[in-house]
């Protein structure tokens, strides 16, 4: 079984993260909603992955949830890149058949942690690419803030 934590709620399983979200779609149907999926990792003696789930009602604030696992096994750069990328994806996977019965236009963004400057420059075209073609929407650096902030903070 697969555990979430909510800075609001604190530790769920991630059947009660799909029925909070659900719940606070619900509230206000007729906003417009985002739902936001960023992985980040950091590497150390183990590396930290940590898959961040937002769920933003535009204009009017949001809620997050993050799942964190860590593996002993060393990633590469690259490696490391492309686990986040899976990892959004596969979350992405779960959420959308329980949010399309609620919000069938809900559009599902996947946050990748890597932008023009700096080392991930090469790895853009290819991650969007596979996220792409897996039906989802992606956003690189600076408008990833689903990995680069709130993934990014519970990885530390």
Known sequence: M????????????EQQMYDDIIGYVRQNQDDRYRL???TDSQPGRQTCFVTA????????GARCYYHRTYHKTPFSLRHRIFEEA?????MAGKIISYMSSVQPDLTIEI????????KTRELIQQVVTM????????????????ASKVADRYTK
């Open 2 to 13: 697969m555990f979430f934590t909510s800075p609001t709620r604190g530790k769920i399983t």
């Open 36 to 38: 936001i999926v960023g």
């Open 53 to 60: 789930v937002t769920i933003h009602r535009e204009g009017k």
């Open 86 to 90: 899976t990892r959004s994806l596969e």
């Open 111 to 118: 946050h990748c942690d890597v932008g023009e400057k700096g």
């Open 131 to 146: 996220i792409n073609t897996s039906g989802f929407l992606a956003r690189v650096k600076p408008f990833s803030y689903g």
